[in-house]
């Protein structure tokens, strides 16, 4: 699935995340390029009030992040995304709990999913890849049973 994402909107749903905190904007991106680890998700993650000159694009793998400078909002951002997306915007889910946004978003028959949601299937997503899996069960084979597939490798005896 491909998501464009309101970032501010996203933080302010995130748990242990503030929108006070001063590398807020970086811990987001983290997170999600941890949900985007081993799967076919492509995030394009919109963050307003870039400082001056720091506006611009940065590519992360399959998380591309936008700061918008101030002469605009991430809002709008977005909504021109979707335009510059035409058809293909259908194949994209935008996350904002803003109701411009969704409706510029459904407009285009993208799909809509709120912040709170989308932290819940960020959340669910990063606990079910945290847990380890059960270390694999000793399974070597004895000595009797190395020779005897020595045996068959080797063309002495076949199998039984």
């Not at 720091?54 to 992040?65: E, F, I, K, P, S």
Request: with cysteine; charged share 25%.
């Amino acid at each position: 699935m491909n998501y464009i994402i309101d970032g501010h909107n996203l933080i302010s749903k995130i748990p242990g995340l503030d929108l006070s905190m001063p590398d807020d904007e970086q811990r987001l991106t983290e997170l999600l390029i941890q949900y985007c680890q081993g799967s076919r998700h492509k995030l394009e993650v919109y963050f307003d009030q870039a400082p001056v000159g720091q506006a611009g694009v940065v590519n992360y793998g399959r998380v591309r992040t936008h700061f918008v400078s101030k002469r605009q909002t991430a809002d709008d951002a977005i909504r021109k995304r979707l335009s510059l997306l035409g058809r293909s915007a259908k194949t994209w889910a935008v996350v904002s709990s803003d109701r411009a946004v969704q409706v510029a978003a459904r407009a285009v028959y993208a799909q809509v999913l709120s912040a709170d949601e989308f932290s819940s299937l960020l959340q669910t997503s990063l606990h079910a890849g945290s847990a380890q899996p059960e270390p694999a069960a000793d399974e070597s084979l004895s000595e009797a049973e190395v020779r005897e597939w020595e045996a068959i490798f080797k063309g002495k005896r076949g199998p039984r």
